[in-house]
């Protein structure tokens, strides 16, 4: 891989982004990075941004190789300096073509949405893994994968990475093979353009509700909804929820640089415009069932008409389900491949049932802000077998982001009326967990929450929840798979909310019969 100055200098001249070039020495570039700590080799072109930038750092990448830097200002150093307008929309654009556009390469899915979009993600990667022989690479919160072998599938750092390190993925994964690609697309990838430049082949919005609103994410629910809705205006395809409360807006900005033609809407009720509809059939503890149905001339033309069983319960799980069908259909899976791999798509932190004998059934799911806590709550309410048993609920709010969240989860449980509330420790970082908790219960309606009360160590919190259990519904709300707890910026480790509850329930000698 490699780029040369004459090239860069054209791309920033053609996207308006040139400011100008200062001692122009250098010629060819052989690798890029934005992190002073991983300059390796000489001939680098470096990136100077991000808020908690420093001079030194480009000092130390000078030092360590970097013939040249990309910057928002000139620096006092010897290299050539490419002063930019915008530094990420600079080093989205140069990455891409540092990396040869690997997205010519690769049919992309972006998903975004408040919620639902790991979920929807791993549904698609699954319902492609037949058409497309294995072939589809997948950039998530949770995983990363970019090819067949084990060590092409790791954590992901981020919901949208960086943009140098996405076209670095990118390029890897179509050099392992891959020939598709399913990504999350984070208001936040927008914000910080992660992805500027980028055309997806297919953009789904599932929804949105206020969240990612306050310090280092959106100053307002508009920016929150401008920044999502860009992915529409950057899909061929489009793919949008009906029962978004902004549709009408939503389809306007797909409208703008897309043909209705190949704009697909979806929706749980009939009503003019909508492509598809989903019906549920059977929504029980453990899966979910319905029927999708083509309703318009395009939407039969993917045949994609019948009945599916989604393999994670919870009603709001159809939808995305119905997103990653249309979706997976567009990019030539069969109505027979979605069906057998919806069924069998395993998500992890979402929705993952756990039955005992004697203590109900314990629910481990990520849901981590007032829409889906509320959803959660009702579902699991509605679920429940005699008027006797409860839902009981371990959760708490992560410290130094999200604070609108504790507000959600008073009103959520209240308005759900959850029988026993344990309040306890979720990545607090800088925070005090038990102000936040404080904090919580503070906007709990305590005459619509049975019981409320606050265990520090999260562990113990599930262990209490799962013992007082009879028949009743536990949820250990808000870290899904997280093996760490983040306090005071560091990760620490933690056995996960699924290895403690199984450790509980083992403990028990409540470990239902095979
Ligand atoms: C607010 C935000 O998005 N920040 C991201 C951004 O930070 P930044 O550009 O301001 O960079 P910085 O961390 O201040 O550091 C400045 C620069 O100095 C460099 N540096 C630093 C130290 C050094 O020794 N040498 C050096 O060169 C860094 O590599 C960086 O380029 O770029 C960094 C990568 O370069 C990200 O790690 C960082 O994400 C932070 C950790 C974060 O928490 N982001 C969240 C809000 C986020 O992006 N979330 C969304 C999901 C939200 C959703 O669900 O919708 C996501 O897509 O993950
Ligand atoms: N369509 C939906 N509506 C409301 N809640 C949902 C929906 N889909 C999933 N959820 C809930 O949100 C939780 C997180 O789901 P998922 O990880 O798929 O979303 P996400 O958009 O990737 O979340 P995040 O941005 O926080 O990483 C789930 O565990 C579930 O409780």
């Known amino acids: 891989m490699s780029l040369t100055l004459t090239e860069a200098v054209a791309l920033l001249k053609e996207h308006d982004l040139l400011v100008t070039v200062v001692n122009q020495n250098a010629t060819e570039f052989q690798a890029v990075e934005y992190d002073s700590r991983k300059v390796k080799t000489a001939n680098t072109l470096f990136f100077c941004k991000g808020v908690g930038f420093q001079p030194q750092y480009l000092a130390l990448a000078v030092e360590k190789g970097a013939v040249a830097y990309v910057a928002m200002q000139a620096y006092d150093q010897p290299v050539t300096g490419i002063i930019v307008k915008d530094d990420q929309k600079a080093m989205a654009l140069l990455s891409a073509a540092f990396y040869d556009y690997p997205q010519n390469e690769l049919f992309v899915i972006g998903i975004t949405g408040t919620k639902g979009k790991t979920t929807t993600a791993y549904f698609t990667t699954n319902a492609l893994e037949t058409s497309t022989a294995k072939k589809t690479a997948l950039i998530s919160t949770l995983n990363t994968v970019l090819g067949p072998k084990p060590d092409q599938t790791f954590k992901s750092k981020l919901t949208t990475p960086e943009s140098m390190d996405l076209f670095a993925d990118m390029r890897e994964a179509v050099d392992n093979g891959m020939n ?19 055309k997806f082949d297919v953009g789904i919005f599932l929804n949105i509700s206020p969240d990612h609103i306050g310090r280092n994410e959106h100053p307002t629910f508009a920016n929150y909804l401008y920044c999502k809705e860009q992915l529409l205006v950057n899909a061929k395809v489009c793919i949008i929820n009906r029962e978004i409360e902004v549709f009408d807006q939503l389809l306007q900005a797909a409208k703008a640089t897309t043909d209705p033609d190949k704009i697909f809407v979806f929706s749980q009720t009939e009503q003019p415009g909508v492509d598809f509809v989903y019906h549920s059939l059977e929504s029980n503890l453990a899966e979910s069932k319905f029927e999708l149905q083509a309703k318009s001339q395009k939407a039969q033309e993917l045949a994609l008409t019948g009945e599916y069983v989604a393999s994670v319960p919870g009603d709001y799980n159809e ?196």
């Not at 598709?180 to 697309?185: A, G, I, S, Y």
């Not at 069998?344 to 929705?351: D, F, L, S």
């Not at 504790?406 to 344990?422: H, M, N, P, W």
């Not at 019981?451 to 999260?458: F, G, K, L, M, S």
Request: aromatic share 6%.
């Open 180 to 198: 598709h690609l399913v990504m999350e697309v984070s208001s936040q990838s927008y914000l910080k353009n992660r992805v500027y430049g980028l």
């Open 319 to 514: 939808g995305n389900a119905t997103a990653a069908i249309i979706s997976a259909g567009l990019a030539g899976a069969t109505a027979p491949m979605i069906q057998a791999a919806l069924k069998q798509t395993h998500i992890p932190g979402r929705m993952e049932v756990l039955p005992t004998k004697g203590h109900g059934t314990v629910y481990i799911d990520y849901a981590h802000d007032y829409a889906s806590v509320k959803r959660l709550v009702a579902f699991l309410r509605a679920q429940t077998q005699t008027k006797e048993d409860r839902v009981i609920v371990v959760l708490g709010a992560t410290g130094d982001k999200g604070i609108s969240r504790r507000q959600g989860f008073g009103k959520a449980l209240s308005e759900e009326r959850a029988d026993y509330v344990i309040l306890t420790t979720d990545d607090p970082g800088f925070e005090d967990p038990k102000a936040i908790a404080e904090e919580i219960d503070r906007h709990i309606d305590h005459d619509q929450v049975g019981h409320v009360e606050y265990i520090a160590d999260r562990a113990s919190a599930i262990e209490k929840a799962i013992t007082m259990s009879k028949n009743d519904m536990v949820v250990i709300a808000g870290k899904g798979a997280d093996a760490y707890q983040k306090v005071k910026g560091q990760d620490l480790p933690y056995p996960s909310d699924l290895v403690v509850a199984k450790q509980v329930i083992e403990k028990l000698g409540a470990q239902p019969k095979k």
